[in-house]
């Protein structure tokens, strides 16, 4: 390994855009076409000492990237502007979430401390079975706390964070501003009941400029609290989620009924008709094994999971000294063409000891029928 590489944090995968022909598929399926969107890799990248402190003002020059072993310009986003965060806070409110909303009447006074004294702009969904948009983006404290006030249960079946994501980076898209974007997820560690294409979700994760940071309810316990509330044979049907009083959503969000069900629903990730690429697959499959990890780690975000309120204060502390201070790098792809994974090396030059939290790889290219 060479002086001054430091590997960053779990292995993900992102999106660039690089295209040419995808390799041939068996000939009894077909061929899929190739979607590019975007011509930059964005590496939302945090730096730490190690004791955890963050290294402020290092510049491009100092940052080291390699994309399968070929050095990258690196830009890195430098805009006063940028200071100002854009804070998407989706909390669940189907499956077991109603046992933790104790613990969350204190998240408005949180965010007021991750957001800081800089710019900010907080919007907040709510997800069971679809997500629904309780408070559009607004710097008044009010707002957010008058919006996590109303929240309620709305189902026992459902709790579709990876559609809340898709969601909430829709609504960040639509932002006119270079605040530094950012969604707080707080959740059950796995999903329940998306209807997003993981593999596209994948895609879109890599070329955004959006940190995600998970916060998740212990698994243990809400199998433990489900099983005292319902047996362990489980619930024997839904009962119809109490929608929310809200304003029509500006990207998709609907208010939404459960039908009638013996049991929970299979995940439902709309399979394309091709055969995706075995890498990619991987990808997809560990997306729903562990959704609230990997969606932090494809964006370059953080997970931190709870039980306590002690623990969730302490979570929450955390992404509130992280969130303004991480860098936005970005590079346009010089390695040779391919689709597929692409491995990203990052490192600092003269801080060999320094720990880094970054994407560590990429996807080029995301297939569609």
């Known amino acids: 390994m060479k002086p001054g590489w430091i590997f960053a944090a779990p292995f993900v995968f992102a999106l660039a855009v690089m295209a040419q022909p995808p390799s041939p598929l068996p000939q009894n399926e077909p061929s899929p076409t190739f979607r590019v969107p975007s011509n930059l890799v964005y590496l939302p990248t945090l730096v730490l000492t190690k004791r955890g402190d963050p290294v402020y003002g290092l510049t491009a020059e100092q940052f080291l990237v390699d994309d399968d072993g070929v050095r990258q310009k690196i830009h890195v986003e430098e805009t006063p502007e940028m200071e100002g965060l854009s804070l998407v806070v989706a909390v669940q409110c189907g499956r077991s979430a109603a046992a933790e909303f104790q613990k969350l009447r204190g998240l408005a006074t949180m965010i007021e401390g991750i957001g800081g004294s800089a710019p900010r702009e907080v919007a907040v969904v709510v997800y069971g079975e679809k997500p629904y948009l309780l408070s559009d983006f607004s710097a008044s404290a009010q707002a957010t706390r008058g919006a996590l006030s109303r929240l309620k249960p709305c189902g026992d079946y459902h709790a579709a964070a990876i559609d809340a994501v898709h969601y909430s980076i829709h609504l960040l898209e639509q932002r006119q501003n270079r605040y530094r974007r950012a969604i707080l997820l707080v959740g059950e560690e796995r999903d329940h009941g998306s209807k997003s294409k993981l ?73 394309p008709v091709f055969a995706l690429p075995p890498q990619l697959l991987l990808v997809v499959n560990a997306l729903r094994e562990n959704t609230a990890a990997r969606l932090a780690a494809l964006s370059g975000g953080e997970y931190r999971g709870f039980v306590t309120q002690r623990g969730l204060d302490e979570a ?9 201070n991480y860098y936005l790098l970005s590079f346009q792809p010089t390695a040779a063409e391919k689709l597929g994974q692409h491995t990203i090396r990052v490192g600092v030059s003269g801080r060999p000891d320094a720990v880094i939290q970054t994407r560590t790889s990429y996807w080029s290219g995301i297939p569609r029928p």
């Open 199 to 271: 593999h596209e979700v994948v895609g879109e994760l890599g070329t955004s400029n959006t940190v995600i940071y998970t916060i998740a309810f212990s698994p243990a316990k809400d199998q433990f609290l489900r099983e005292l509330r319902y047996g362990p044979e489980g619930p024997k049907k839904s009962t119809p989620p109490q929608p929310f009083s809200v304003s029509p959503a500006p990207v998709r969000a609907a208010q939404s009924q459960v039908a009638e069900q013996p049991e929970d629903p299979e995940y439902d990730d709309h399979a």
């Open 316 to 324: 929450l502390q955390r992404v509130a000294n992280h969130v303004h």
